[in-house]
C-alpha cells in the first residue's frame, strides 16, 4: 500500500528530526519543551 | 545516566545497561508504541523486545542519538504489531496469504530496486523535512512519526483541533508537490 511505503519510509528520516518532535509530555531527559505556539502562528503569518 | 555511560553498560555487556535504559527511556519509548497500538499490554511487549533489539544491537552498532535509535526500533516493532493483529482481522490471515500469493505473479521492482527507491525516498523525506519551520516540522513528525493524535497534538502545541488539521493538510499539500517534482511515484 502507497501510505504504508510513506509510513516506513517516515520511520528512516534524520534521527535529529525525531529528537526534536518528542512529545513534550514524554520529554527525553536533558530537553526542554518549548512554547510553540507563538511560533506556529509567527510562521502562519510569514506564509 | 548520560548516553554515553549507558552505552559503554552495553559495550561492557552488563545488564544494568537495560535497567538505566528503561529508567531513562522507558516513559518515551512506551508513548511511542502506544500512540501505534492503543493498547497497554501490547505496548509494554512492544517496549520489552525493544530492550532485547538494542541489546543485540549494541555492540556493534553505537548509537548517537540513543533516544532516537531506541524510539525506531519501537515504532517498527509497533508498526509491525499492528500490520500484524489487522492482517489477522482481516480473514483469519487466509486474505492475506492469498492477496501475498497472488503478488508474486505481479511484476514489480526487485528488492535491490526496492530498497534504492525507499532510500531516495528517505533523501526526499529528509530534504522536505530539513526546509519546513521548527515548529511546523514538529507537527508534522508528532503526527506521521509519532503516530498523536490531533487532539494531543493541539494541546501540546496550544493550537485549536482545526488549526492542527489545518497545518497539516497544507504539509501534506507541500509534500505531494515535492513528491511529484521529484518524479517519486509510490
Not at chain 1, 520511520?11 to 526542554?32: N, R, Y
Not at chain 2, 508513548?31 to 505496548?43: F, Q
Request: glycine residues 6%; contains cysteine.
Amino acid at each position: 500500500m502507497k501510505s504504508e511505503k510513506l509510513l516506513d519510509a517516515l520511520g528512516k528520516v534524520d534521527e535529529t528530526f525525531i529528537e526534536e518532535a518528542a512529545p513534550i509530555g514524554e520529554a527525553l531527559p536533558g530537553m526542554k519543551p518549548e512554547k510553540s505556539m507563538q511560533d506556529v502562528e509567527k510562521s502562519e503569518q510569514q506564509e | 545516566m548520560d548516553d554515553r555511560q549507558i552505552i559503554a553498560l552495553y559495550n561492557e555487556r552488563s545488564e544494568a545497561a537495560l535497567s538505566e535504559t528503561a529508567k531513562k527511556y522507558g516513559r518515551y519509548c512506551r508513548t511511542v508504541a502506544y500512540n501505534i497500538l492503543r493498547n497497554e499490554e501490547d505496548s509494554e511487549e512492544c517496549v520489552n523486545d525493544t530492550w532485547l533489539r538494542a541489546w543485540e544491537s549494541i555492540p556493534p552498532q553505537c548509537p548517537e542519538r540513543l533516544s532516537a535509535f531506541l524510539g525506531k526500533i519501537t515504532r517498527n516493532l509497533a508498526l509491525n504489531r499492528y500490520k500484524h493483529k489487522n492482517r489477522e482481522k482481516r480473514g483469519g490471515g487466509q486474505t492475506v496469504l492469498v492477496l501475498e500469493e497472488l503478488n508474486e505473479c505481479i511484476p514489480g521492482a526487485d528488492s535491490t530496486e526496492e530498497a534504492a527507491n525507499e532510500a531516495l525516498l528517505v533523501e526526499v523525506l529528509n530534504g522536505f523535512l530539513a526546509e519546513l519551520p521548527v515548529d511546523k516540522r514538529k507537527i508534522f513528525m508528532r503526527r506521521y512519526w509519532y503516530l498523536s493524535s490531533v487532539k494531543e497534538i493541539a494541546e501540546d502545541f496550544g493550537l485549536s483541533e482545526s488549526n492542527v488539521k489545518m497545518t497539516l493538510l497544507r504539509l501534506r499539500s507541500k509534500l505531494k508537490s515535492v513528491l511529484e517534482k521529484e518524479g517519486i511515484l509510490l
